[in-house]
């Protein structure tokens, strides 16, 4: 920790230390790299940071039609409203359980299935599979829950139908809290894994084969390629994509539960999402989504910028 | 060397040139929008008609497509409505997936229309609240003789807030949607009546689920089928006098019917059926797809149908099982004689005209003409064109009718109540289904709400929250993973977490509305 | 190459797995496709499982009897290519620099880039700044608004930044300007990750609807998301079950979950046709050697 602090003086103190014009003499030198960024950053304050005055109606109860200027303000109301409601505790709970199930399990999920792809020699197995596993992402999760419901019914689904023949009793999965989470992890692990694969495929057709080849040459087995080629080269991008996945802790995917839960399972099943949309169902509750989403975004911040920090301390790039 | 220079010159330039392009569309494109409305509005036609109003209306366009050439603003029957009213209307069809929040932008937008159709009851009170609607009772009694004519008065009870109209409220044309259908064969296999009371309805559900109605000798039938979130329950409520949620009068004073020992009863005689394993087991999770795919399958053969079901699963399973015969029932009779189903309330749609009009009169005139002297022609089609009289009975060229089926999107805009003409239509869809006696059977017996004003603030607050305990408990209870006294606590939640100010807005819109 | 024992047995064991999965991911799809050439009566009474049950056109020939079918795809296709392109341009000028420790400020602009990630003004605010910059009811509302994604600038940064150094000093050592490395040696070596995002874009661009119905009422800049939405929503309204009406009912009993199915098939095969084209900077590892040689 230290020692990094040290450097990071250090930077700082050259920074200082060089002389303005030097400084002025690279932006001068780049100036076309400063240029083309223009659009970019134009694009991000005009779209993105100009509309940001509107979370203030978070503290609002905002009238469409009076708009920001016309409506009363409630200061932290809503925030109130969301914390002392009774169930909050227990719906914050689940949605932090689904979504930390979803990273442990789902997380490695296409990185394993990119390495798996890459050590698949034949071309056209290869690019047949490729292309299949990343179907089901074009499916939507109304689709895909009435095909759940069918395939894992106790009376007449095939899972079902399965275990019985092996000797167990059939399990009505969607309807037993125990199960619930499990269906819901497993089915979004099966329906994206094939989509985030395609990053780190990317990532892994960037590495030179003449590494591999070195490699072989020292008499490396597979398994240690993938060690230390592969997975090393994957790092930077798995890096990244865990930490923005940090940012959306509190996401767990509002369509894949609304669609598959049911009263018997509202006790582990009912998330933030479905809370807002419970609240808001009511009338466009906008300052009360609001609300949600600016507490959202704050833990999400908190843990994003926490976890960039500590990825830099253990000398990878990180986001910013 | 120097051709690097010049090709990044080139690339360069060519990025120049697609921002440019993109910034410079930019404001090209800024006086396009304030341009439009004026364009389609019209600016030809103007000049020329002087004392013509012009307006400019947002509909609900249910996804329906126009014939090749045509549009909404652009077909025979809009032009029909302009030429009758002398009114120039300008129709704007948000896309009907999202049209809610299409109609949240275009309030915030500051360039309102003239009327807009809602189809959310919470929209129109929150803008109402918001003063962003005008209050159209003098314009009613002005110019909208076949709108006082044709809406009953608890449906302006409805749209009134504070003795305001706010609303010209479109009616619903169906008194409810759920009718008992069973089948016959099954029954006569077994040898059963058809069952009346709630008593011979057990019988008949524990037969069909145990004594093997279509004859297969398996033990693959279910006596009753329920959907996920209590859907279909509302004969077996009704045959206690009440409806989940509904507000009834008991000793002067509206009480919630969720609440009430009869629906205990209710959950109790449910319970009792899931617990004799006479009930499709998955019925918690039962989406209508997954029901309708049992019925048609002959999994199960006696459920609240809805009215329409004749042309749905029931006709399905006719086709799967030449033997399947289905008939409607009486509703079953409870312990103490009641009888009935949920019953839908009278208004569907909120024609709201902003404040911002100032053409309002236009507005009532549009409104007073399409339900009154051109309601039949935007329902049915122009005679002798896509329908004509025969016998005394309308005859339908069912081509013209599918390709003039735009016109409802206007038809649909104000409905008045009970209409002949509706009638008329469902008939020539074909007596075989009886969609007419289905819907007679339910308007005899059919439960309404006896609270119909717009939702209360404590509604807006409490509802979503209330019925979500109310489902999750009563689920649970039927499915015996909650004793049936479960009740008795839910109820004191209920009353504690919103339930008790609901009941007390309510009463007090009772005392100055009865 | 030899491989060992263990080596290949693991290597079976990985195309077993793989094999195995792509079925499971394949068979829901061919479940839809099956469902979308049965008919009503089979649908409904569940006897559709990977082939189809009484074979009917029926729901493709609603789809595409339309003309204003072919005006949904071809908004479609223009706003997924045009759309695509200005992402990718945009992404790679905003990244590339992004990517340099020479220029100043990157660390705070990254910085403000994900911040907005998490926060957002929300649907009404950002609809005002559409409305105010004039793209209401134009095609460049479907482009404009959602120009630039965050997560892609992310990526395509992180991208960047994995190029070797070296390669760029030498080429500036030749007199490539900046601009010149960047599309001479940087972009082609970075193939694999604007394969990538283009893939990214191009997908959400072709699954997008809510901008339209925020931005846009005239119906003929409609996509064909919208098209096919409306398409269901008709013909799944109670109102028109029972209203929409023919002598021969099987075909007004059009299954709507054939329809569905049948709507799914016709939006997804288009744009499932972009992977394999890009599918090739994925295969095989980009020859640094090459580009250098």
Sequence with gaps: MATVDAAELQREAGLIAKPKARRFRTIRSYWDLYLIMLPGILFFAVYKYLPMWGVVIAFQDFSVFAGIRGSEWVGLAHFKEMFTDDDFYNIFLNTLLISIYKLVWGFPGPIILAIMLNEVRHMMYKRSIQTLVYLPHFLSWIIIGGILINVLSPSSGIVNAILTSLGFEPIFFLASPEWFRTVIVASDIWKEVGWGAIIYLAAIAGIDPQIYEAAIVDGANKWKQILHITLPSMMGVIVILLLLRLGHVLDVGFEQIFVLYNPLVYDVADVIETYVYRVGIQQAQFSFTTAVGLFKAVIGLMLVTLANHGAKKLGQEGIW | MKIWKTSTSILLVAAMLVIAACSSNTPSGTPAPSDKPKESGGPAAKPETEEKASIEVVLFNGGRKYPDGADENNNPYIQYIRENTNLDITVKLPPADGYQDALNVIMASGNLPDMIQSLDASWFESYVKQKALLPLNDLIDQYGPELKKNIPEDAWKSVTIDGNIYAIPSMNVVPGNEVMYARKDWLDRLGLKPPKTLEEYREVMRAFAFDDPDGNGQDDTSGFILAENLARIAPIAGAFGIQRQMWTERDGQLVNASILPEMKETLAFLAGLQKDNILDPEWPLNKAANLDEKIASGKVGLYSAMWYDTRGPILTSQNNDPNAEWIALDYPTGPEGKQGTHGHGYTAGFNVVPVTSEQPEAVIRMLNFMIGDGYRTLLLGFENEVWKMADGKVVTDFDKHNEHIYRQTLGEVIKPHASEDERDRLDSLGTQFNLNANLDKIAEVAIRDAYYGVPTPGMGKHKADLVKREIETFTKIIVGQLPIDAFDSFVEEWKAKGGDEITKEVNEWYAANR | ?293
């Excluded at chain 3, 009484?54 to 045009?82: D, G, K, P, W």
């Excluded at chain 3, 482009?143 to 150094?165: C, E, H, L, T, Y």
């Excluded at chain 3, 799914?264 to 640094?288: C, D, E, R």
Aim: charged letters at 15%.
């Design chain 3, 1 to 293: 190459m030899r491989l060992s024992k263990g080596e290949r047995a693991a290597s079976a064991f990985n195309y077993t797995l793989l094999g195995l999965f792509a079925l499971l991911a394949l068979a829901p799809f061919v479940h839809v496709l099956a469902q979308s050439f049965s008919s009503h009566h089979a649908i409904t009474s569940g006897k559709v499982g990977l082939w189809p049950v009484e074979f009917t056109v029926e729901a493709y020939a609603r789809i595409f009897r339309e003309q204003a079918f072919l005006n949904a795809f071809s908004v479609s296709v223009l706003r997924t290519s045009v759309g695509t392109f200005v992402n990718v341009l945009l992404t790679c000028l905003l990244a590339y620099p992004l990517s340099k420790v020479y220029i100043k400020g990157r660390s705070a602009i990254m910085f403000l880039i994900v911040f907005t990630m998490m926060f957002g003004g929300g649907m009404i605010p950002t609809f005002l700044i559409v409305k105010e910059t004039g793209l209401l009811d134009t095609f460049w509302a479907y482009i404009i608004p959602g120009a630039v994604s965050a997560f892609n600038v992310i990526i395509m940064k992180n991208f960047f930044q994995s190029v070797p150094a070296e390669l760029e000093e030498s080429a500036k050592m030749d007199g490539g300007s900046n601009l010149g490395i960047l599309f001479r040696i940087v972009v082609p070596l970075s193939m694999p990750a604007i394969a990538t995002i283009t893939l990214f874009h191009a997908v959400s661009h072709w699954n997008a609807f809510f901008d339209t119905v925020l931005y846009v009422t005239d119906r003929k800049l409609f996509p064909l998301q919208v098209y096919l939405r409306e398409l269901i929503m008709f013909n799944n309204s109670d109102i028109n079950r029972n209203a929409s009406n023919s002598v021969n009912m099987d075909s007004t009993l059009l299954a709507l979950e054939s329809l569905k199915a049948a709507a799914l098939i016709a939006s997804t095969v288009p744009i499932l046709i972009v992977y394999p084209f890009l599918q090739k900077y994925f295969v095989k590892g980009i020859m640094l050697g090459s580009v250098k040689g």
